[in-house]
C-alpha cells in the first residue's frame, strides 16, 4: 500500500539525570531532504540518525528535533584533581611571597579552597561519558522512526481511498466518452450536410458521394479511439501501482500528467457538446487526482 510523506510522531525518554523529548514531522517534496536540530555533544548520533531515515524513507521533507534536559538536582559532585593542584602551588607561591615580604596570612580552609573556580565539578554521570546516552537515544530513535513510518501508512492508506475513487471516476467517464463518440456519428453527418447546403446554395441537393467523403476526413481527424485506450491503460496502471508497496509518488505523478494530456486531445477532438462536457469534467478529477498525488511518497 502506497504510504504519504504528511505525518508526525514524538516521543519522551530518561536516563537517570538526563530527560529528552523527539519531534519529527514530514511534508512532500520531490527527494529525501533531511533536516536534523541535535545538541551538541552527543558524538554519532546524527550520523546514526541519517543512516536510519535513509533506511526507511525514500521522500519527503522530515524535520527531527530533539530537545535534552538534564536535572540539576541529580547532578553529582566531582573533585579536579589536576586543578586542585595547580590552586595548591599556587597558594604555596602566594605564601612564600609574603614570607619575603615578612607578611603573615592566615592559611585558607579547606571550604575555602574548595570555593574555589574549577576545584569542584558538578555534572550529571552520563555528562562525562556520553556513550550510555547515545545508545539510549538511537535505540528510542528507532521506535520513533517506527511511529513516523506507521502514521504515514495510516495516511497512504487513506490517499489510496481517495485515488482509488478519483480512478473509478475517471474509468467510468471513459466509457461515457466511449459511448459519446460513437452518438456524434449521426450528429456529425447532419451537422455536414447542413455546412454544405448553406454553402452550395444553389444546388438543389448534396451529393451523397461527397458528403460520405468529408465524413471520413472528420471521422479520421476526431476519432478519439487511441485517446480512450490510453486513458483506460493508464487507469489500470495506476491501479496497479496504488496495489505496489514500493514507492510510486513519481509514478504517479507521471501518469496523472498523462492523464491530463489525453484529457486535453479529447476536448480538441470532441466536436460534440455531450463529449466536450465529458471532456472537462475528466480534466476535473484528474486535477483533483493529482493534487492528492503530490503527497505519496
Not at 168 to 179: C, G, V, Y
Not at 188 to 211: F, S
Not at 243 to 266: H, I, V
Amino acid at each position: 500500500m502506497i504510504q504519504s510523506m504528511t505525518a508526525f510522531a514524538s516521543r519522551t525518554g530518561q536516563l537517570g539525570a538526563t530527560g529528552w523529548s523527539w519531534d519529527m514531522r514530514g511534508v512532500n517534496a520531490r527527494g529525501l531532504d533531511l533536516r536534523l536540530r541535535l545538541p551538541d555533544g552527543l558524538d554519532g548520533l546524527e550520523a546514526a540518525a541519517r543512516t536510519r531515515l535513509a533506511a526507511r524513507l525514500s521522500r519527503g521533507n522530515v524535520s527531527l528535533n530533539l530537545r535534552v534536559v538534564r536535572d540539576e538536582t541529580a547532578q553529582t559532585m566531582r573533585l579536579d584533581v589536576a586543578q586542585l593542584d595547580r590552586v595548591l602551588d599556587l597558594l604555596d607561591q602566594v605564601e612564600a611571597r609574603a614570607l619575603d615580604k615578612e607578611l603573615s596570612l592566615a592559611r585558607p580552609s579547606v571550604a575555602e579552597v574548595f570555593a574555589m573556580r574549577g576545584v569542584v565539578v558538578q555534572s550529571a554521570p552520563e555528562a562525562d561519558n556520553p556513550a550510555p546516552l547515545v545508545a539510549a537515544l538511537t535505540a528510542d530513535l528507532d521506535a520513533l522512526i517506527d511511529d513516523f513510518v506507521a502514521m504515514r501508512r495510516t495516511e497512504g492508506a487513506a490517499l489510496a481511498t481517495v485515488l482509488a475513487g478519483h480512478l473509478d471516476t475517471i474509468a467510468t467517464l471513459t466509457e461515457d466518452a466511449t459511448t459519446a463518440a460513437a452518438a456524434r456519428r449521426d450528429e456529425a453527418q447532419a451537422n455536414l450536410t447542413a455546412a454544405l447546403r448553406r454553402v452550395v446554395r444553389d444546388v438543389p441537393e448534396v451529393d451523397p458521394a461527397r458528403v460520405a467523403q468529408e465524413l471520413a476526413l472528420l471521422a479520421v481527424k476526431a476519432d478519439v479511439t487511441e485517446e480512450l485506450d490510453r486513458l483506460r491503460a493508464h487507469v489500470a496502471a495506476a491501479r496497479a501501482l496504488l496495489a505496489d508497496p514500493a514507492p510510486a509518488g513519481r509514478k504517479l505523478d507521471f501518469l496523472a500528467q498523462e492523464f491530463n494530456r489525453e484529457a486535453n486531445t479529447l476536448c480538441s477532438k470532441a466536436g460534440s457538446a455531450a463529449l466536450t462536457a465529458i471532456g472537462l469534467d475528466l480534466k476535473a478529477v484528474i486535477d483533483q487526482m493529482r493534487e492528492q498525488v503530490q503527497n505519496v511518497e
